[in-house]
């Protein structure tokens, strides 16, 4: 299994400002991914995070509003730019040690609220 | 696209009484899927997975069935305790996006004593 340590864990922003998520994990991955979870939705990929490659977003999301770093097998950060209301969400970041099984190890998330 | 869809919660239920949560799929091609658990101030967790029709996935007294002619996938337990008490998500796997898992809303179960 793999112990996922992410920060901050909650945090209340302004409008317009922008906030690094940070992802720590306990060995090395090859796949990390980053999800949202509005309220009273399930959870909806952002984008995969493969180390020493551009992250893939998936539809409806762009790199300028959610840019992404994956500076080696251990670390990822999210941040979250020009926030609105709108993205009052929690932030999961999950790996994959075992590529093609389906099985994700996931963070605690980050809950973000913007005012 | 693919899709899952889970009964909404919230479930409250008293100790030892028997669980259901109903989650059904919609997909192309033979999919896994898995429920996740998320208890009180801590990550998801996979809890129990089926990766071909018929098959069956089981941990903790939890069990579900892959069942491909009614699409589903639902989550059984026949004696809940207060410490089931969680958010519970049923997901299936998406391989077109290199591994990424689409969740139903969740279900939050919560046991009384």
């Known amino acids: 299994s793999a112990v996922i340590s992410q920060k901050p864990s909650r945090d209340i922003c302004q409008r317009g400002t922008s906030l690094t998520i940070q992802c720590q994990v306990d060995?090395?991955?090859?796949?990390m991914f980053w999800y949202r979870q509005q309220p009273g939705q399930s959870l909806t990929l952002i984008a995969t995070?493969?180390?020493?490659?551009?992250?893939?977003?998936e539809s409806g999301f762009v790199i300028d509003k959610f840019p992404i770093s994956r500076p080696n097998l251990t670390f990822s950060t999210l941040t979250v730019s020009n926030m609105s209301p709108e993205d009052s969400s929690i932030y999961l970041c999950?790996?994959?040690?075992?590529?093609?099984?389906?099985?994700?190890?996931f963070g605690e998330g980050s809950r973000l609220t913007v005012l | 696209g693919n899709s899952v869809t889970q009964m909404e919660g919230p479930v409250t239920l008293s100790e030892e009484a028997f669980l259901t949560i109903n989650c059904t799929y919609t997909?192309?091609?033979?999919?896994?899927l898995f429920w996740y658990v998320q208890y009180p101030g801590e990550g998801l967790q996979l809890l129990l997975k089926?990766?071909?029709?018929?098959d069956k996935g089981s941990n903790k007294g939890f069990e579900a069935t892959y069942r491909k002619e009614t699409t589903s996938f639902h989550l059984e337990k026949g004696s809940v305790q207060v410490s089931d008490s969680a958010v519970y998500f049923c997901?299936?796997?998406?391989?077109?996006?290199?591994?990424?898992?689409?969740f139903g809303k969740g279900t939050k179960l919560s046991v009384k004593p």
């Open positions: 060995s090395q991955v090859t796949m």
């Open positions: 999950s790996v994959s040690q075992t590529p093609g099984t389906g099985e994700l190890f």
């Open positions: 089926a990766t071909k029709a018929d």
């Open positions: 997909a192309t091609g033979y999919p896994s």
């Open positions: 997901a299936l796997s998406d391989w077109g996006s290199q591994g990424n898992l689409i």
């Open positions: 995070a493969n180390q020493g490659s551009e992250a893939t977003y």
